[in-house]
């Protein structure tokens, strides 16, 4: 079993920066495929970013790219999502999800409770 739990969210004005964190329990944290995804009132869940189990496998949302950047820490059962030049359009609930990674499914396993991103313009 997994446990993940997102923080950091919050309210910022339009061109600001907010940095997600995602802690996940056990000790075999290194063993996962790490991804975010939000969901905004009215819309579908996407997938924002992904990354591997070593970090060398990386996926961004084009909407996204070049603003976003997806890390993690293995040493503290750790993954990140820095978010700059926030934009309205980001505003969503964010969650953190978890899956093997040597996983044929496309979905995801385990998944935090999520957190709000508020962004004003």
């Known amino acids: 079993q997994v446990q993940l739990v997102e923080s950091g969210g919050g309210r910022v004005q339009a061109g600001g920066s907010l940095r997600l964190s995602c802690a996940a329990s056990?000790?075999?944290?290194?063993?996962?495929?790490m991804g975010w995804f939000r969901q905004a009132p009215g819309k579908e869940r996407e997938s924002v970013a992904a990354?591997?189990?070593?970090?060398?496998?990386?996926y961004y949302l084009d909407s996204v790219k070049g603003r976003f950047t997806i890390s993690r820490d293995n040493a503290k059962n750790m993954v990140y999502l820095q978010m700059n030049s926030l934009k309205p359009e980001d505003t969503a609930v964010y969650y953190c999800?978890?899956?093997?990674?040597?996983?044929?499914?496309?979905?995801?396993?385990?998944w935090g409770q999520g957190t709000q991103v508020t962004v004003s313009s």
């Open positions: 056990g000790r075999t944290f290194s063993t996962y495929t």
């Open positions: 999800a978890a899956k093997p990674w040597w996983s044929q499914k496309s979905e995801y396993d385990y």
């Open positions: 990354i591997g189990r070593s970090g060398g496998s990386i």
